[in-house]
Structure formats: C-alpha cells, structure tokens
C-alpha cells in the first residue's frame, strides 16, 4: 500500500490517538512552581557575597594595582 492511500485510509477512519497525562494538568503548574522556588533560593543564598569578602577584595587590589584597567 503506498504512504498516500495509507494516510487516506487513516484519514477516513476519524479515530483519533489520544496520548493521556501522566497525572492531571494543574500538577505540571505546582512542580513548575516547586521547581523554581527551588531555583529563587539558590540564587537569594548568594546575595552579597562579594560584600562579604570585601577585605579580600581590596587587599587583593592592593596587592596586584588596583588602577589596571582591563
């Protein structure tokens, strides 16, 4: 049979396939939520980092010229 009268007989039959969720619809929304609440408390557990090193910082650019420009 050819990939045209195939497509054709399939076309006719009006059965559509219907791939169902694994779990219902909103649950996607809460593990998207989850996920990047996740994601907002990594990035808020790095706030003022430098700060906190800034004795480092500026002894380091005392050390290596801190007027150097790159």
Same mark, same amino acid.
């Given at each position: 049979? =050819?990939? *045209?009268?195939?497509?054709? *007989?399939?076309? %006719? $039959?009006?059965h559509h396939i219907v791939n169902e969720l694994p779990f219902p619809?909103p649950v996607f929304g809460v593990i998207a939520f989850v996920a990047?609440? #996740?994601? #907002?408390? *990594?990035?808020? =557990?790095? +706030?003022?980092? #430098?700060? +906190?090193? #800034? %004795?480092?910082?500026?002894?380091?650019? +005392? $050390?290596?010229?801190?007027?150097?420009?790159?």
């Amino acid at each position: 049979m =050819s990939l *045209v009268a195939t497509i054709a *007989v399939a076309a %006719e $039959e009006g059965h559509h396939i219907v791939n169902e969720l694994p779990f219902p619809a909103p649950v996607f929304g809460v593990i998207a939520f989850v996920a990047f609440t #996740a994601l #907002a408390l *990594v990035t808020f =557990s790095f +706030r003022d980092v #430098a700060n +906190r090193h #800034a %004795e480092k910082a500026e002894a380091y650019a +005392r $050390e290596h010229g801190a007027a150097q420009h790159h």
